[in-house]
């Protein structure tokens, strides 16, 4: 019998085919999302992939309460319905497969029982779309930073990072992993032309970085392999999936995987960045003052001062000149300054010494094994310094941060840097797209709210709105301080706007063509709304409301001009519908107040 979700929508099937060979089947509310897939794992002594059989299968129910610090909610809560099947080849060695199955989605992995050495040579994993899945994918490259771009299934020939995202139907499936350590590597998807199968793909040997690194897993007994996971539902499901966090070390009764016991030091925020508009300024300390006294007045949590400043005094003097206005510092680091336990005990604690909150560690840029290890070990090593940790040149999320918390935010997405140099532009309907893809899985760390761009062919609305609709614990807010200072409405905007949520719904949209996200942080719900395209009227139900109302709402949108941002006041409840007039590649943004309320 196929395993159900807890409501029903969702069903898996798992089995043998007639050469014992495992195939997987996914369907959502009664469509076939994922057709008979291939599954499988490859070892140097073994080959789980076919002539196996069917030894026990075990059934079970799990519901699982966690909180982050940030993210689409900060409390959250799932039941899955999950099995785990025991096969075994005809020598008697045995692979389980754990399968789970949530409202949102389905996920599975491989588990090797035993003690000793074990060298994971590949997997056999794919996922087999419909004939006609409409496709958005991104082209794999090392640091998982290209243009978003809409094709189909079948004509989708390539290397493709996760997450990849298609329309079946009224259904949609987004492709992804979650659960990448050090004991194993980072993954991709490649498909061939003319066929639909995407498989989970090991990064190339001839791709890494470093001589010392392998394509293969080399790892121990017992195993357990990341999730392949495949989010399925409406796009409203997809958008607010946990799906990717809500699998972390799983099946996993009684304990929990979060590392950090104490996190009352883990602060999400909005941060004051100089380097986007001046590359040279993170080694002027006069400059990197000037952030500080601005975000301090916007009421922003923190100032970064990125690639360039110095190992002198004037970090420590900065650090207490911010510390006297409420803001803290983040500062850069390239990974390879902390790529050993002996670097980061030099580096580390003289950063935390000096009162620094936080590293943007930059330039990994591999999907190794052994570049796997160096996120555990950095992630550990600036939980144990209380340092909050921002990667870039990274790997896409993995759910990783529901067991390091501090782990804040991610790049690993094509984002406000790629403004420059000139003529290097970010098409619109790549922002459009990023709601319903990268942003589903994690933090990204896009660096939004560029008005200064000078081949942008967004508006200022579509840029403002990017504070709400793309999700991160750390909001670098890029642009200098003169062109926020020029739009007094924007700045007030800012200065409302969060960087963590009590809740996310999806209000309306299509990838590439409008994307419209609420938020909502303590009683007051924020929306953002980005379109690509010709202008239009952008319509929406308010049912995303907690309470009735009424709610008194500020629609920050483009001016006449086009050139700086204009404020409309309406009086809105629950029941009602909200309709904004937009210019091409519009966006606006917005604040539901309850009357009487904050």
Same mark, same amino acid.
């Given at each position: 019998?196929?395993?159900?979700?807890p409501?029903?929508?969702?069903?898996?099937?798992?089995?043998?085919?007639?050469?014992?060979?495992?195939?997987?089947?996914?369907?959502?509310?009664?469509?076939?999302?994922?057709?008979?897939?291939?599954?499988?794992?490859?070892?140097?002594?073994?080959?789980?992939?076919?002539?196996?059989?069917?030894?026990?299968?075990?059934?079970?129910?799990?519901?699982?309460?966690?909180?982050?610090p940030?993210?689409?909610?900060?409390?959250?809560?799932?039941?899955?319905?999950?099995?785990?099947v025991?096969?075994?080849?005809?020598?008697?060695?045995?692979?389980?497969?754990?399968?789970?199955?949530?409202?949102?989605?389905?996920?599975?992995?491989?588990?090797?029982?035993?003690?000793?050495?074990?060298?994971?040579? =590949?997997?056999? /994993?794919?996922?087999? *779309?419909? $004939?006609?899945? +409409?496709? &958005? @994918?991104?082209?794999?490259e %090392?640091?998982?930073?290209?243009?978003?771009?809409?094709?189909?299934?079948k004509?989708?020939? =390539?290397?493709? /990072?996760?997450?990849? *995202?298609? $329309?079946?139907? +009224?259904? &949609? @499936?987004?492709?992804?992993? %979650?659960?990448?350590?050090?004991?194993?590597?980072?993954?991709?998807?490649?498909?061939?032309?003319?066929?639909?199968?995407?498989?989970?793909?090991?990064?190339?040997?001839?791709?890494?970085?470093?001589?010392?690194?392998?394509?293969?897993?080399?790892?121990?007994?017992?195993?357990?392999?990341?999730?392949?996971?495949?989010?399925?539902?409406?796009?409203?499901?997809?958008?607010?999936?946990?799906?990717?966090?809500?699998?972390?070390?799983?099946?996993?009764?009684?304990?929990?995987?979060?590392?950090?016991?104490?996190?009352?030091?883990?602060?999400?925020?909005?941060?004051?960045?100089?380097?986007?508009?001046?590359?040279?300024?993170?080694?002027?300390?006069?400059?990197?003052?000037?952030?500080?006294?601005?975000?301090?007045e916007?009421?922003?949590?923190?100032?970064?001062?990125?690639?360039?400043?110095?190992q002198g005094?004037?970090?420590?003097?900065?650090?207490?000149?911010?510390?006297?206005?409420?803001?803290?510092?983040?500062?850069?680091?390239?990974?390879?300054?902390?790529?050993?336990?002996?670097?980061?005990?030099?580096?580390?604690?003289?950063?935390?010494?000096?009162?620094?909150?936080?590293?943007?560690?930059?330039?990994?840029?591999?999907?190794?094994?052994?570049?796997?290890?160096?996120?555990?070990?950095?992630?550990?090593?600036?939980?144990?310094?209380?340092?909050?940790?921002?990667?870039?040149?990274?790997?896409?999320?993995?759910?990783?941060?529901?067991?390091?918390?501090?782990?804040?935010?991610?790049?690993?997405?094509?984002?406000a840097?790629?403004?420059?140099?000139?003529?290097?532009?970010?098409?619109?309907?790549?922002?459009?797209?990023?709601?319903?893809?990268?942003?589903?899985?994690?933090?990204?760390?896009?660096?939004?709210?560029?008005?200064?761009?000078?081949?942008r062919?967004?508006?200022?609305?579509?840029?403002?709105?990017?504070?709400?609709?793309?999700?991160?614990?750390?909001?670098?807010?890029?642009?200098?301080i003169?062109?926020?200072?020029?739009?007094?409405l924007?700045?007030?905007?800012?200065?409302?706007?969060?960087?963590?949520?009590?809740?996310?719904?999806?209000?309306?949209?299509?990838?590439?063509?409008?994307?419209?996200?609420?938020?909502?942080?303590?009683?007051?719900?924020?929306?953002?709304c980005?379109?690509?395209?010709?202008?239009?009227?952008?319509?929406?139900?308010?049912?995303?409301?907690?309470?009735?109302?009424?709610?008194?709402?500020?629609?920050?949108?483009?001016?006449?001009?086009?050139?700086?941002i204009?404020?409309?006041?309406?009086?809105?409840?629950?029941?009602?519908?909200?309709?904004?007039?937009?210019?091409?590649n519009?966006?606006?943004?917005?604040?539901?107040?309850p009357?009487?309320?904050?």
């Amino acid at each position: 019998m196929p395993l159900e979700s807890p409501d029903g929508t969702v069903g898996v099937k798992l089995g043998l085919d007639g050469d014992g060979r495992p195939i997987l089947s996914v369907r959502s509310a009664g469509t076939g999302v994922i057709e008979p897939s291939p599954l499988g794992l490859e070892t140097f002594e073994t080959s789980f992939s076919a002539g196996l059989s069917v030894e026990v299968r075990e059934r079970r129910t799990t519901e699982i309460a966690y909180e982050t610090p940030a993210g689409k909610r900060r409390h959250h809560r799932c039941r899955a319905n999950e099995e785990t099947v025991t096969l075994v080849d005809d020598d008697g060695a045995t692979v389980r497969i754990d399968l789970r199955v949530s409202n949102d989605g389905v996920a599975y992995r491989y588990r090797l029982p035993g003690q000793g050495p074990v060298v994971v040579t =590949g997997e056999e /994993s794919a996922f087999r *779309l419909p $004939e006609g899945a +409409s496709a &958005w @994918v991104m082209p794999f490259e %090392a640091k998982h930073e290209d243009v978003w771009r809409s094709t189909s299934a079948k004509e989708a020939a =390539g290397r493709y /990072s996760f997450p990849s *995202l298609f $329309e079946v139907g +009224s259904r &949609w @499936v987004l492709l992804t992993e %979650a659960g990448v350590d050090g004991r194993y590597v980072a993954s991709h998807v490649t498909a061939e032309a003319d066929d639909t199968l995407f498989r989970v793909h090991f990064p190339d040997s001839e791709r890494h970085r470093m001589a010392t690194e392998s394509a293969d897993v080399s790892t121990t007994r017992p195993l357990a392999t990341p999730w392949r996971v495949a989010i399925v539902g409406d796009l409203a499901t997809v958008v607010e999936s946990d799906l990717v966090t809500d699998v972390i070390d799983a099946p996993s009764y009684g304990t929990d995987p979060c590392r950090i016991e104490d996190q009352s030091w883990i602060r999400p925020g909005r941060v004051a960045w100089s380097w986007w508009s001046d590359g040279a300024s993170p080694s002027d300390p006069a400059t990197q003052r000037r952030y500080v006294d601005y975000a301090s007045e916007r009421d922003w949590e923190y100032v970064l001062v990125d690639a360039g400043w110095s190992q002198g005094s004037w970090m420590t003097d900065l650090v207490d000149y911010a510390t006297e206005r409420n803001v803290d510092v983040l500062v850069w680091s390239r990974w390879s300054d902390l790529d050993t336990e002996a670097k980061r005990a030099m580096r580390l604690p003289r950063w935390k010494s000096w009162g620094v909150a936080g590293v943007k560690v930059d330039y990994m840029n591999s999907d190794s094994q052994q570049m796997m290890e160096f996120y555990d070990e950095l992630a550990a090593a600036t939980a144990d310094h209380e340092l909050l940790l921002n990667v870039h040149g990274s790997i896409t999320p993995k759910g990783l941060r529901r067991r390091w918390p501090h782990l804040l935010t991610y790049e690993g997405v094509y984002g406000a840097e790629n403004y420059h140099p000139a003529p290097q532009t970010i098409p619109p309907e790549h922002n459009v797209i990023l709601p319903f893809t990268r942003n589903v899985i994690g933090p990204m760390d896009y660096t939004p709210v560029t008005f200064s761009a000078e081949t942008r062919t967004t508006t200022v609305g579509h840029e403002l709105a990017l504070a709400v609709v793309f999700e991160t614990g750390l909001q670098h807010f890029a642009d200098d301080i003169e062109t926020y200072r020029k739009r007094p409405l924007a700045e007030e905007f800012l200065e409302h706007v969060p960087a963590a949520w009590d809740a996310t719904r999806f209000v309306g949209g299509y990838p590439g063509r409008e994307a419209t996200i609420a938020r909502r942080h303590g009683e007051r719900w924020f929306v953002g709304c980005i379109t690509a395209g010709e202008g239009r009227t952008v319509e929406g139900s308010c049912e995303f409301l907690d309470i009735e109302g009424p709610y008194r709402v500020d629609i920050y949108r483009d001016d006449e001009a086009g050139e700086s941002i204009a404020r409309e006041n309406r009086r809105i409840a629950r029941d009602d519908a909200f309709a904004v007039s937009l210019p091409e590649n519009g966006g606006f943004a917005a604040i539901f107040r309850p009357l009487g309320g904050e």
